[in-house]
């Protein structure tokens, strides 16, 4: 895992060998150029390498260490990784189904709009994001190759935030709560599918825009919240209740208007 500095954090070309005493090398190999440098930057200091991979026993970026303590290296037992050690905060699985549009919209297509603002949104919040691709692909071992696989995808997530049709009917399908976002100007099918699920979490691109980025980050904020807590998981349990009961039904009506539009032979 290599997290990346978060603003104001310090950096390595600001932290003078001067002003420190130790320094400690986690992870990754002790090898190349990079490490080696560590130890001529900081040769004042005791260097301490840990739950470091070893390949080369002679090299200069391992014996500059003055303590070496491997996760692996040659004719040594591997430990565990420190990573196993340690605890874990769960954060919610956020299923991100986006889409770039197409141009039959013309002058009301706002998707790629729609769909920056949704991923620089979801980039600040605490959240495990899984991007979804609904493209179906049976060579591509990145995509699924089913709508069963997808299905069973969105199915894993606590909660969806889309800009497509798809990903929000899939949802509810499964009682998972969404934050749908249409982004056809004036609302289109993914407003349309919101209205006939009966859905409350469906935004307007206008909503997104018209309010300034504060007043639509903290919309989308309060509709995370909801889709989250009780009352957003049992409205959402209870539209794929109201879904399987009437799919069978819904079916039937569609061949039967099919056969009664068909002239008779």
Request: aromatic letters at 6%.
């Amino acid at each position: 895992m290599e997290p990346g500095a978060g603003p104001g954090s310090l950096t390595l070309d600001d932290a003078g060998p001067g002003e420190f005493t130790d320094l400690v090398f986690v992870s990754g190999p002790a090898h190349g150029r990079q490490v080696e440098e560590l130890h001529q930057r900081y040769a004042r200091c005791r260097r301490t390498a840990i739950g470091v991979t070893v390949i080369d026993e002679q090299a200069p970026a391992v014996r500059g260490f003055h303590h070496v303590l491997a996760r692996d290296r040659p004719r040594v037992p591997a430990s565990r990784d420190l990573a196993a050690g340690g605890s874990i905060s769960p954060t919610p699985v956020a299923a991100i189904v986006v889409s770039h549009g197409r141009r039959e919209y013309g002058p009301l297509r706002r998707h790629d709009g729609v769909h920056r603002y949704l991923l620089n949104w979801i980039g600040r919040t605490d959240c495990a994001p899984m991007v979804v691709d609904l493209r179906l692909d049976r060579v591509n071992a990145r995509l699924c190759s089913t709508a069963d696989q997808f299905a069973t995808l969105l199915g894993r997530a606590d909660v969806v935030v889309t800009s497509r049709l798809h990903g929000l009917v899939f949802a509810l399908a499964q009682g998972i709560p969404a934050i749908a976002v249409d982004p056809v100007g004036g609302g289109g099918k993914v407003s349309a599918q919101g209205a006939a699920w009966q859905w409350p979490a469906v935004l307007s691109s206008e909503e997104l825009y018209d309010g300034g980025d504060g007043q639509a980050g903290a919309l989308l904020d309060r509709w995370w919240q909801w889709c989250l807590g009780p009352e957003g998981r049992e409205m959402a349990a209870d539209r794929a209740d109201q879904a399987a009961d009437a799919g069978s039904s819904q079916l039937l009506d569609l061949v039967e208007r099919l056969r009664s539009a068909t002239p008779a032979e």
